[in-house]
C-alpha cells in the first residue's frame, strides 16, 4: 500500500518568497502523484500531477513539483508567493496497479499562510 | 460549466440518527468517489461509484455506512445511526474515466457534526 508523509502542517512565507511545500511518499511501483489546493470553503483543486515522462511538472497559478525517485519526493515549489496563495495544499499519490489507479491516498496537508 | 456539487454543506445530526449527504458530479462525468476528512487527517477513500453500480467500497465502514448512484439523481451517502465519531467532512469526486489522465474534480465537502 503506498502513502503520504507532507512535512509541516503549517507554513508561513512573506509574500514574494520562496514557497516550498515538502511531500514524502512510499509506494512499492512506480507512483502517479498529484498536488492538490483547496481555499476555504471550496473543494479541492488540482495543481498539477505527475503520470509518465519529464519529471519537473508545472501547474496552475505558477506551481511546480519535481518528481524524485531517488528521494522519493514531490516537493511543490513557486518562486515568488501571493497573497492568493494563502490555503490549504494536499499531497496525493495513487498507483496504475490491479485496477485501481482511482484510489487517491492523501496526506494531511499543508496550511500555507502568506503574510503582507 | 458547473463543477460537482454537495449538499447540505453543513449538516448537524445527534447521535442515533440518520445523515444523508448528497452529491451531484460534474457533467458528462459517470465515476463518483466518496472520501473523508477526519480532524488532523488527510482525505480518506471510502468508495468508488458508477451508475447504478458499487465498484469499490474498500475504505467504507462495514457497519452504518452505504451509498448509491442511481440512474437519475445525485449519489447518496447514508450514515445510520450516527455516533460522535462520525463527524468528519466527507467530499465526493467524480472524473470522466478511471485512467491515470483523468483528472478527480472535488466538490466543497459535507461538514458533518454529530452531537
Known amino acids: 500500500a503506498q502513502s503520504v508523509t507532507q512535512l509541516g502542517s503549517h507554513v508561513s512565507v512573506s509574500e514574494g518568497a520562496l514557497v516550498l511545500l515538502r511531500c514524502n511518499y512510499s509506494s512499492s511501483v512506480p507512483p502517479y502523484l498529484f498536488w492538490y489546493v483547496q481555499y476555504p470553503n471550496q473543494g479541492l483543486q488540482l495543481l498539477l500531477k505527475?503520470?509518465?515522462?519529464?519529471?519537473l511538472v508545472k501547474g496552475i497559478n505558477g506551481f511546480e513539483a519535481e518528481f524524485k525517485k531517488s528521494e522519493t519526493s514531490f516537493h511543490l515549489t513557486k518562486p515568488s508567493a501571493h497573497m492568493s496563495d494563502a490555503a490549504e495544499y494536499f499531497c496525493?499519490?495513487?498507483?496504475?496497479?490491479?485496477?485501481?489507479?482511482?484510489?487517491?491516498?492523501f496526506g494531511k496537508g499543508t496550511l500555507l499562510t502568506v503574510n503582507p | 460549466n458547473a463543477g460537482v456539487m454537495q449538499n447540505p454543506r453543513h449538516l448537524v445530526r445527534r447521535r442515533g440518527q440518520e445523515a444523508r449527504l448528497r452529491c451531484s458530479p460534474m457533467?458528462?462525468?459517470?465515476?463518483v468517489y466518496w472520501y473523508r476528512q477526519l480532524p488532523e487527517e488527510g482525505l480518506k477513500f471510502m468508495v468508488y461509484?458508477?451508475?447504478?453500480?458499487?465498484?469499490?467500497e474498500s475504505g467504507m465502514p462495514k457497519e452504518r455506512f452505504s451509498a448509491e448512484f442511481p440512474k437519475e439523481g445525485p449519489s447518496i451517502l447514508r450514515i445510520q445511526q450516527v455516533v460522535r465519531g462520525d463527524s468528519a467532512a466527507y467530499f465526493c469526486?467524480?472524473?470522466?474515466?478511471?485512467?491515470?489522465?483523468?483528472?478527480?474534480?472535488f466538490g466543497p465537502g459535507t461538514r458533518l457534526t454529530v452531537l
Open positions: 505527475y503520470t509518465t515522462g519529464a519529471t
Open positions: 457533467k458528462g462525468h459517470s465515476h
Open positions: 496525493a499519490v495513487t498507483v496504475n496497479s490491479g485496477g485501481s489507479n482511482y484510489k487517491l491516498t
Open positions: 461509484l458508477q451508475k447504478e453500480n458499487i465498484i469499490d
Open positions: 469526486a467524480s472524473s470522466q474515466g478511471i485512467q491515470s489522465t483523468d483528472t478527480q474534480y
